[in-house]
């Protein structure tokens, strides 16, 4: 089959997916979570399992908004919110108490100080935001770096190199205009797991494309043909093992998007979109980019001889 074909469908397709990002980013931002915009932290202890789903609704029946809440050990939770007064900490207490008496028996209905346990309040400041991105963007420029040179000399060429470098980037710029468009429609929170699903994507993303690339170097090596036809017989080769490979994290993504709960919803949201987009860029963005370069320098050396 002639993947490559059409490689200008591909292209407008990356290009409209960045354009639209790109719109959501300037039109509404990001929507940062406690972690970039400071806020407020609470940690308690109860003396039986609840549900963080209950926990959030009762917290957001008090009139709060933008909660997070995670599960840090035993019957432990971590709730983060925007800033909090005295006062607003004692609402919240009375919400998690009134949600321990709904589910206590009848004749049990009683709520002390007993039943919760504050184990950590404090207020974190807006200076992690900046401090996470700086180390996020010199995380993202080392391993760009590494990985690009490292491609590079493995296939003895720089356009393998660079070709999936910016496939990569092609990846980690849709899934944040993604999430631009996700906290504006329904609220969805950039925070620390979204920059561990970010970078879990550039490393998935990068994988991919080395496969189909590693069975371009050995087709390369028993054909005397052109990089596209080549390029043509590697992705059909390894098409059905990079679905297969997908499918089975797509899969797993779902149940937990689906089962996992309000907590980790968003962070298999992006590793959902990230996957997708992962196996989506190694065949039709970086191989094609690959073969459009060869192309190019192949057009260059013919009108320099004439």
């Not at 915009?37 to 609840?50: A, D, Q, V």
């Not at 997070?68 to 609402?91: C, F, H, M, R, S």
């Not at 043509?232 to 994290?249: D, G, H, P, Q, Y």
Request: hydrophobic fraction near 50%.
């Amino acid at each position: 089959m002639d993947w490559l074909h059409y490689k200008k469908i591909y292209f407008l397709l990356s290009g409209i997916a960045i354009a639209v990002g790109i719109f959501s980013l300037l039109t509404w931002g990001l929507k940062l979570g406690v972690d970039f915009r400071g806020g407020s932290i609470l940690e308690y202890k109860f003396e039986k399992e609840i549900s963080t789903e209950k926990l959030i609704e009762e917290i957001k029946n008090e009139g709060f908004d933008n909660v997070v809440i995670q599960t840090t050990g035993a019957n432990t939770y971590l709730i983060k919110l925007p800033p909090l007064q005295k006062e607003d900490k004692e609402k919240i207490a009375s919400a998690t108490a009134k949600l321990i008496s709904s589910t206590e028996e009848p004749d049990q209905a009683t709520v002390s100080a007993a039943n919760i346990e504050e184990l950590r309040f404090e207020t974190v400041g807006p200076s992690v935001g900046p401090e996470l991105v700086k180390k996020t963007v010199y995380a993202i420029l080392i391993s760009s770096g590494m990985i690009l040179l490292w491609v590079a000399f493995q296939f003895k060429n720089i356009k393998f190199g660079v070709s999936a470098i910016l496939a990569m980037f092609h990846d980690t710029f849709i899934l944040i205009g993604f999430f631009s468009l996700l906290g504006h429609f329904f609220g969805a929170e950039v925070d620390f797991l979204f920059v561990t699903a970010l970078l879990t994507t550039l490393s998935f993303s990068v994988h991919d494309t080395i496969v189909v690339f590693d069975r371009i170097r050995e087709i390369k090596k028993q054909r005397n043909e052109e990089l596209k036809d080549i390029a043509n017989r590697a992705l059909t080769e390894t098409m059905v093992r990079s679905l297969n490979n997908s499918f089975t994290i797509i899969f797993m993504l779902i149940a937990l998007l689906l089962l996992g709960g309000s907590t980790i919803k968003w962070f298999a949201g992006a590793l959902l979109i990230g996957t997708i987009l992962g196996t989506y860029s190694s065949p039709f963005v970086a191989v094609p980019l690959l073969v459009s370069w060869d192309n190019l320098v192949v057009r260059i050396k013919s009108f320099r001889r004439k």
